[in-house]
């Protein structure tokens, strides 16, 4: 193997590596609510990771957010603390911390979104465990109640927008 195509293979080794997306599905949807969940490696101890979770202007995109600027946003990471987003005239509280605890756990109750306008819970936990000299983080999205139409049309598009933020915040947390 010349030196030229073991760099090749190499580079794309690593392209590949940085290419693959967090796994994410939604692993139960019907009308009366969804499960989505998501699982990545991040290169970052589960303090750093943890850390960096609760700084959501350094990883929440812009793009889902009220006011169109993610360092409108915020949370406060203790029980009772909010994920609030600031607004011209206001805010908004997306969730509501009811579990912290500082590099294993961070759990919120909160609708996101549109699925605020409905009778609807949500409870969104980041599961965090050592994986050798990185972290592995599971998320999970349970949503149930009720919503005119139905849950189940929001299970995918929901569960896109959290995949969405997955790769801005593997980078962050290996970034700090």
Known sequence: MTMMYRKTAIAAAIAIELAVPAHAEVTKSEPGGFVSV??????APPEKVWDTIAKPNLWWSKDHT????????????????CWCEKLKGGSIEHARVIYADRGKVLRFDGAFGPLQSGAVTGTLTFALKAEGQGTAVTITYVVGGFHPGGLQGFAAPVDGVFAAQMPALKRAAEAR
Not at 38 to 43: P, Q, R, S
Not at 69 to 75: G, P, Q
């Open 38 to 43: 998501h699982k990545l490696v991040i290169a």
């Open 66 to 81: 009220y006011s169109g600027d993610n360092a409108n946003l915020s949370i406060d990471a203790r029980p009772g603390g």
